[in-house]
């Protein structure tokens, strides 16, 4: 494919890690705990089809972003590889996922030496019993560790990830996690309340799905606590110091145009989206016999694509154009900001009804 961008707008690349030490409950994404063998062949194919990419006239990156799955826990140097193949511009935003008991200073350090200047730490609670009911198993304890070795190396700015909704976890025990967490002194969180993705164990328990009050209730506690801690909610999951705004998510909210490595890994272009094979073992294959990767698309038409943009823009904090919305018959839920209508604390909770009632 050709690409023929301008080379002052934001480019993303994503790299995807499929490999983890175990699957958590509530996860549906395209990862892999009894495939670790294929970690060094999956690891060169990656990099082969990112040179692959180079080569046909792939855009130098403004943004890198290390999803999974887990990139912590394969080897540091091995991963360090990879990131250091993608094109980059000077001051471009490099991330990797971790895991809080995969992370060192030695690790930390070892991804510094290769351009990376960010980590986002899946935390998700601060209580054993949370952890437990997410069928996540890291020490909280390390969370500390990692932020430590983190401001150790020096990075540039970092995101602690959190989840809330778990069935046991009540308001006072995510109000704790939230207080533990600020004591850190993040520059940038996102807390996400649970959600049931068909096929997971979750999915299989009634009993353990979120309940929508319980999560509207920790919302507000989350907005009310990081906000007052200097932490500014720039999109409905998403709190950050100035000028610590992940710019890889800002570029996929603005529809930019991005590259996915690895396998299901998706990308978009010009109002083209398609993603990869899902398994690391047919992705290795279709690489190393210099095939495409890609196993499906789609091509957004115009309307499709200006509701999507309006959309997007009714998470963030600069919000949707007047025209865009009647703001005025939603009192409480919508505010005005000069020219643009913005979601009020209440109208987060409703984006999704609210979102039925754009117009372009």
Known sequence: MTWCIDPAEPFGV???????????????????????????????????????????????????????????????DELAAVVAAVP????????????????????????????????????????????????????????????????????????LDLIY?????SVADWEATLRSVLALEPPHVSAYGLTVEPGTPLAAQPDRHPDDD????????????????????????????????????????????????GCAAHSHRAGRRWWNVRTPDRYIELVGAGAPTEAAGETLDTATRAFEKLELELRMRDGVPLEALDGDALPGLVERRRDRWVLTRAGRLMQNEISLRLRT
């Not at 006239?57 to 540091?76: D, K, N, W, Y």
């Not at 909704?165 to 976890?169: K, L, V």
């Not at 606590?225 to 000028?243: D, F, K, M, Q, V």
């Open 165 to 169: 909704g778990a069935a046991g976890e």
């Open 214 to 261: 319980d999560q509207a209730d920790k919302y507000d506690v989350a907005d009310t606590l990081l906000t007052e801690a200097g932490l500014a909610n720039y999109e409905i999951s998403n709190w950050a110091r100035p000028g610590h705004e992940c710019r890889h998510n800002l570029l996929y909210w603005r529809q930019q145009d991005y590259r996915g490595f």
């Open 88 to 159: 980059i511009v000077p001051g471009a935003e490099i991330t990797v996922e971790c895991n809080p008991d995969d992370v060192t200073a030695e690790l930390i350090d070892t991804y510094a030496a290769a351009g990376v200047n960010r980590v986002s730490i899946g935390v998700q609670s601060m209580a054993s019993h949370v952890l437990g009911t997410l069928g996540r198993h890291h020490d909280q304890r390390n969370v500390e560790r990692a932020v430590a070795a983190v401001r150790e190396v020096g990075l540039a700015s970092f995101n």
């Open 14 to 76: 994503y790299l995807h890690i499929p490999f983890c030490a175990s699957r958590c409950d509530y996860c549906a994404f395209a990862t892999w705990t009894d495939r670790h063998h294929l970690t060094e062949p999956y690891l060169a194919a990656v990099r082969a089809d990112i040179e692959r990419a180079v080569a046909a006239g792939m855009p130098v990156a403004t943004s890198i972003f290390v999803g999974g799955g887990t990139p912590s826990m394969v080897p540091g």
